[in-house]
């Protein structure tokens, strides 16, 4: 049986989610993207790249957040806990809901010449509905009754690769000779029950955070659990705890390899190969990081302090910057058809160095413009939470 420490921060978890963040602020801050560097990129659709482990970075993140967070309420009711997780995953899709239709509310108020329809018929006919934020309140609470429900390690790592079995299954079901076509398979089906094409990412016929990938998205937020349990025993020394973690990464990681013979690995779809593969790195990833915060906690507290800032308002760090994005892409300057944010880009570092090491330094400047802020944050101990 495991002890799990009751009142405890990881400074490694911290980091670790700071990382995901950084990964999300850089992805997203691109000025241009045809002539990025392709690692910065998301992939089109199927295949594996750093910018696709920004997003299940944070999910397993709150996976690993997630089981620190039982010791620390035994004691509670059930009807306070269940009362919790569900307030926080509701305010999480609500918040989602909302940001969702800044763009739709920037161009009305910054490029009013294109706008063809009122602002509330614009958003009732054309906002999303899903998103980023709306997917980890989903997974978050299911994800977190399961684990509440299943208890052990054992049985939370059996769940989540049943369900990645019944959501690999049901591709196969729907569309044999082509499961995860591009053009139709049953993600997008799903789609197109709810929220409707209208209300897709782009009006198009599939959304990236669509329903039907929550199933396996739950998953990854189960690996996170495993590693956040890990982390967190009191029975066993670090180098125990991190052998643990390695162990799990190898299954995980032969499990993806294997997996990706018969299903595609595609961010889009959340795929089980994807899942497997991204959760076998970040169970590395924290272990290496434990480790170095044990052995030498002086010079890997000083080398990652800003990751560490980033990842203690993490929530805060994601939705501020990305809506300052949207803005700044809606500004109509110094044309509508070129906005403001890549004309800064070509005004200050574009012409300097080649053109992909331009975008990457732009984008590490805007990254660095965050950087007091979140610091500012952390020294008056603000922290931004649901």
């Known amino acids: 049986m495991m002890s799990l420490k009751t009142n405890q921060r990881l400074v490694a978890l911290d980091v670790f989610r700071g990382l995901a963040i950084v990964c999300m602020i850089l ?15 998301h992939s089109e659709w199927s295949g594996l790249t750093v910018a696709d482990l920004a997003f299940p970075g944070f999910v397993f993140a709150m996976g690993a957040a997630g089981a620190l967070w039982f010791p ?6 059930v009807a306070a806990r269940f009362g919790i997780i569900f307030r926080r995953s509701l305010l999480l899709f609500l918040l989602g809901l909302v940001l969702n239709q800044l763009p739709i509310l920037f161009s009305h108020l910054l490029t ?33 009754l399961l684990c509440w429900w299943l208890e052990s390690e054992r049985m939370i790592a059996a769940m989540a690769f049943a369900l990645l079995a019944v959501y690999s299954l049901c591709f196969h079901l729907y569309a044999v000779e082509a499961p995860f076509s591009p053009d139709m398979n049953i993600s997008m089906l799903i789609d197109g029950l709810f ?9 198009a016929h599939f959304d990236p955070e669509g329903l039907y990938g929550t199933i396996s998205a739950t998953a990854s937020m189960m690996f996170g659990q495993l590693a956040g349990r890990r982390l967190s025993t009191t029975n066993a020394p670090t180098f125990e705890r991190v052998a643990g973690l390695f162990v799990y990464g190898a299954i995980f990681l032969a499990a993806g390899w294997l997996w990706s013979t018969v299903d595609l690995i ?7 190969p994807y899942v497997l593969l991204t959760s076998g790195i970040f169970m590395f990833l924290i272990g290496f ?3 170095g915060f044990s052995l ?10 800003p990751c560490k800032a980033f990842g203690m308002n993490a929530l805060f760090m994601f939705v501020i910057p990305d809506r300052v ?29 080649d053109l992909p090491f331009s975008i990457l330094l732009f984008d590490i400047l805007w990254l660095l413009c965050w950087l007091p802020i979140v610091q500012f944050l952390n020294n008056r101990h603000i922290f931004i939470k649901v």
């Not at 241009?32 to 910065?40: G, I, V």
């Not at 620390?72 to 009711?77: A, E, F, K, L, T």
């Not at 010449?113 to 299911?142: C, D, K, N, S, W």
């Not at 030498?296 to 302090?305: D, T």
């Open 266 to 272: 595609s961010k889009p779809l959340w795929t089980a």
């Open 112 to 144: 009013p010449e294109l706008v063809t329809a009122p602002l509330g018929q614009e958003i009732m006919e054309h906002g999303r509905v899903l998103g980023v934020l709306q997917r980890l309140g989903l997974v978050y609470f299911f994800g977190m």
């Open 296 to 305: 030498m906690p002086g010079l890997m507290g000083g080398l990652l302090s």
């Open 325 to 353: 994005l949207v803005f700044l892409w809606t500004i109509p300057y110094p044309s509508v058809e070129h906005p403001f944010y890549p004309w800064v880009w070509e005004c200050t570092v574009k012409g300097i160095v």
């Open 72 to 77: 620390r309420h035994q004691r509670d009711r």
């Open 289 to 291: 990081l434990q480790i």
């Open 27 to 41: 992805v997203n801050g691109l000025p241009e993207f045809e002539h990025a560097y392709p690692q910065l990129l």
């Open 195 to 203: 929220p409707g094409p209208a209300h897709c990412y782009l009006n």
